[in-house]
């Protein structure tokens, strides 16, 4: 659907490109309204502008992993940490006023970026674990990564298995139809078991802290499974058909964050392990979070190296600026995490600085993007001149 006017412009930047177009179902008589606009001809907030907090977190979270830390590094993401806290509120605000839940829902593109909000929240609740404890004090700051981890764990469960339901049951697709967007609903619970793990320390001892480290296990293979499932899918729509063009170039880059997120979810879960569970389990958690960590993290090199070819070549033939950009960052990010995960577990000077250097990349990455959207916002928002 695209935008007819500056204000649809700034809230349903998400395209519907011909390579990921949906077949209606045979039957359906009425048609859902356009997800750029209400009944009442309000424009609409896209979910998959929630993946600006998921970039702005990640920048601020990936910062305090680093193997190596640089003056004035954790202030500056303390107070990057904070805009994307900001930015969250604003936007889940903003969404839920215009009541726009059900047209997304109806329509099989945007349906698909419903995992954004989760991880948002789950990665703002991270940031405050890490960087808020000298903001609003640690008490306060374990309350805020519990409540928003609660939240955002129900509504990426929710996402993982009701937007696959819509898709079988609502939405017929085209062959060439996959596209990186299909794993943002999958994603979440992988970031769940990440940030999940994180919260096992504070757990109290025995069976809760077994129940929640276990849990977060289970959403871990249910993200990895699911993912690896839509990243077949993916890839072989890469090789039999069309490269992506334009605005869903970006969402490529989505496949480089599942990885990234399933390297960082095996180091983290390994180290909660031991808390919770008896010493051959957890010896066992730490071997398969080297070993497959690292078989992991080299596919996900193979796909960084595909994703950045499909960018530079697109970016010759002009790349439209789109909420899709986003997808540059908060994957990167993820990369970095996984990255000095295996650094911290290996002591390898290789993953050591390849962790830096990505990470320098990813705030200029950030930078650019945010840049982007910031005059993107003042020239499209509600109320301005057209």
């Known amino acids: 659907m695209i935008p007819q006017t500056k204000k ?6 998400t395209p519907h490109p011909s390579s990921a177009r949906a077949i209606p179902v045979e039957g359906d008589v009425d048609r859902p309204l356009p997800p750029s606009a209400s009944a009442k001809g309000r424009a609409l907030l896209a979910p998959s ?4 907090v998921m970039g702005t977190g990640i920048v601020a979270n990936a910062a305090v992993t680093l193997p190596r830390s640089f003056p004035g590094l954790l202030v500056a993401a303390t107070v990057v940490w904070s805009g994307a806290a900001l930015l969250l509120v604003v936007l889940t605000v903003g969404y839920v006023w215009q ?3 059900r047209l997304h829902a109806a329509d099989p593109m945007h349906v698909q970026f419903f995992g954004a909000p989760a991880v948002a929240l789950l990665t703002v609740g991270a940031g405050a674990l890490q960087l808020g404890q000298p903001v609003i004090g640690a008490r ?3 309350e805020v990564d519990w409540a928003l981890w609660s939240l955002g764990t129900a509504l990426g469960l929710a996402t ?3 937007v696959p339901y819509l898709m079988v049951t609502r939405h017929r697709f085209a062959p060439d139809a996959a596209f990186g967007g299909w794993l943002m609903p999958v994603v979440p619970p992988l970031v769940s078991a990440t940030t999940g793990a994180l919260l096992v320390s504070h757990t109290p001892a025995g069976q809760p802290r077994l129940a929640l480290l276990l849990g977060c296990y289970a959403m871990f293979g249910l993200g990895l499974v699911a993912a690896l499932l839509v990243l077949a899918m993916l890839y072989s729509r890469l090789v039999h058909h069309d490269a992506p063009m334009g605005a ?4 490529v ?16 879960l390994a180290t909660a392990a031991p808390s919770a569970l008896p010493a051959p389990y957890a010896h066992g958690a730490a071997v398969v979070a080297l070993l497959c960590g690292v078989g992991v993290w080299g596919f996900a090199m193979l796909w960084l190296a595909l994703a950045v070819a499909l960018t530079v070549r697109e970016l010759r033939a002009g790349l439209p600026f789109a909420a899709t950009w986003w997808s540059f960052i908060f994957p990167l990010g993820a990369f970095v995490t996984g ?7 290996t002591g390898s000077h290789l993953f050591v600085w390849v962790a830096v250097v990505l990470d320098m990349l990813l705030a200029a990455a950030w930078a650019v993007v945010a840049c982007r959207s910031l005059r993107h916002a003042a020239a499209h928002w509600p109320g301005q001149r057209r």
């Open 253 to 268: 880059w989505i496949g480089l964050g599942a990885l990234g997120q399933v390297v960082t979810g095996l180091g983290t």
């Open 8 to 13: 649809e412009a700034f809230y349903a930047v």
């Open 49 to 52: 502008w929630f993946a600006a």
């Open 339 to 345: 990255t000095s995960a295996l650094a911290a577990r």
């Open 140 to 142: 306060a700051a374990l």
């Open 160 to 162: 993982a298995c009701t």
């Open 248 to 251: 869903m170039v970006p969402t």
């Open 99 to 101: 009541r726009g839940l």
